[in-house]
């Protein structure tokens, strides 16, 4: 990929050293969720900055002000159990709760999935190739290529094995070609879960937060997970992260969800300001519309073509047939003035929810120039 040096933001674009300007499909990995520069956010943080930063866990006014908004968003029946740094860290927070409260210690997840790059989460999702493993984690096959019915038969084998505390489920598989089962696939997968007493976590990272339209995405699949981890667009582009949990289910101090940078006074004051600029934009009419001009202005183009589209919202992928003709558009695509995220054989698309109509079409034009002279 070409180089460059960003030296300014603003809402839907990117300004360079060299002087070009980029509309932004790419936002810092789908944290920017209202945009570069959001005003609200930044005086949020501001007022913040002048009052107090971080306390260590001891208690401020702003942290049960979040915590309060937070409630308040969550879908009914669900309660923030704890902020964290980042969605990786909220993933191991999410694995330390369904530990305490199953007294064991294996998970399952689904081989593609993206829930972090630890230890614990990067073996969730793909094997790493450097003959590391744990053994109490396993990873079940699925994805293109793969039947549903397959990786729920083989899901259930390892939860009739015992000793699974919890399934991971990321509900579209941002890194893996955009894959995602249908709703009954995810029923079947609960009722698995509750058959066997393991618990159903929903990694949100990146589909909550009005992404893929509703709040949370597991709201599309008629599922009720044990536990939500979200993060990146909840603090527009701040570093922080989340859990929260179904009623009924108690935090304990020994599942550990406290750290050096979690529930402090500035993450708060994102998330606060974040929540109440969403909830100001009418989301769900936003994301529609991203979704409906996306779809016009590239399936024409990619219509009987090898690349094909994934996704839904306000989150897309292009999948190539090789490396080579992905890694060539982006170059393109980038030169076209449009940023976009670049990994393998995908291109991603993840545009800020208020990104100018004028602009996303305009961008959506560019990408669809450039997949024809690379197809």
Same mark, same amino acid.
């Given at each position: 990929m070409d180089s460059f040096s960003i030296v300014d933001a603003q809402g839907d674009v990117l300004h360079t050293a060299d002087g070009r300007t980029l509309i932004d499909l790419f936002t810092a990995h789908g944290t920017v969720w209202l945009g570069h520069r959001h005003p609200d956010v930044r005086d949020a943080l501001q007022r913040q900055l002048d009052k107090v930063?971080?306390?260590?866990?001891? +208690?401020?006014?702003?942290? =049960?002000?979040? &915590? +309060?908004?937070?409630?308040?968003?969550?879908?009914?029946?669900?309660?923030l159990a704890s902020l964290a740094s980042t969605g990786m860290e909220a993933n191991e927070q999410a694995l330390r709760i369904a530990r305490t409260l199953t007294a064991r210690n294996g998970a399952v997840g689904f081989a593609g999935a993206m829930h972090g790059?630890?230890?614990?989460t990067a073996a969730l999702g793909w094997d790493n190739g450097d003959g590391l493993a744990?053994? =109490? $984690?396993? &990873?079940? *096959?699925?994805?293109? !290529?793969?039947?549903e019915a397959q990786t729920l038969a083989e899901a259930g084998v390892r939860l009739r &094995? @015992? !000793?699974?505390?919890?399934?991971?489920?990321?509900p579209v598989h941002a890194t893996s070609f955009g894959w995602e089962g249908g709703p009954v696939f995810y029923q079947a997968l609960s009722?698995? %879960?509750? =058959?066997?007493?393991?618990?159903? $976590?929903?990694?949100?990272?990146?589909? @909550?937060?009005?992404?893929? !339209?509703?709040?949370f995405c597991f709201l599309q699949h008629g599922v009720r997970p044990d536990i939500i981890v979200f993060g990146?667009?909840? @603090?527009?582009?701040?570093? $922080?992260a989340g859990v929260?949990?179904?009623? @009924?289910? %108690?935090?304990? *101090? &020994?599942?550990?969800? !406290?750290?050096?940078?979690?529930?402090?006074?500035? %993450? %708060?004051?994102a998330v606060k300001a974040t929540l109440s600029c969403l909830r100001a934009l009418e989301p769900e009419a936003r994301v529609r519309a991203i979704e409906s001009t996306v779809q016009q202005q590239l399936l024409p183009a990619l219509a009987e073509g090898p690349i094909v589209l994934s996704g839904k919202g306000a989150m897309w992928?292009?999948?190539?047939?090789? +490396?080579?003709?992905?890694? +060539?558009?982006?170059?393109? $695509?980038l030169g076209a003035g449009v940023c976009i995220g670049f990994h393998n054989r995908q291109l991603r698309l993840l545009p800020p929810v208020t990104i100018a109509p004028a602009n996303l079409r305009l961008a959506c034009q560019k990408i669809a120039e450039c997949c024809m002279l690379v197809s």
């Open positions: 930063w971080i306390t260590g866990g001891y +208690a401020t006014p702003m942290v =049960q002000e979040m &915590r +309060a908004a937070m409630n308040g968003f969550l879908p009914e029946g669900y309660l790059k630890s230890f614990f744990i053994p =109490q $984690v396993h &990873r079940v *096959p699925c994805g293109r !290529g793969v039947d &094995r @015992g !000793g699974i505390a919890a399934i991971f489920v990321e009722a698995l %879960a509750a =058959q066997h007493g393991a618990l159903l $976590v929903y990694d949100e990272v990146l589909t @909550g937060f009005h992404r893929t !339209g509703p709040s990146k667009a909840c @603090g527009n582009g701040f570093p $922080v929260a949990v179904r009623d @009924g289910i %108690a935090i304990a *101090p &020994r599942m550990l969800l !406290g750290s050096t940078f979690s529930n402090n006074a500035l %993450a %708060a004051a992928i292009l999948t190539f047939p090789t +490396a080579e003709q992905a890694a +060539a558009c982006a170059r393109a $695509v």
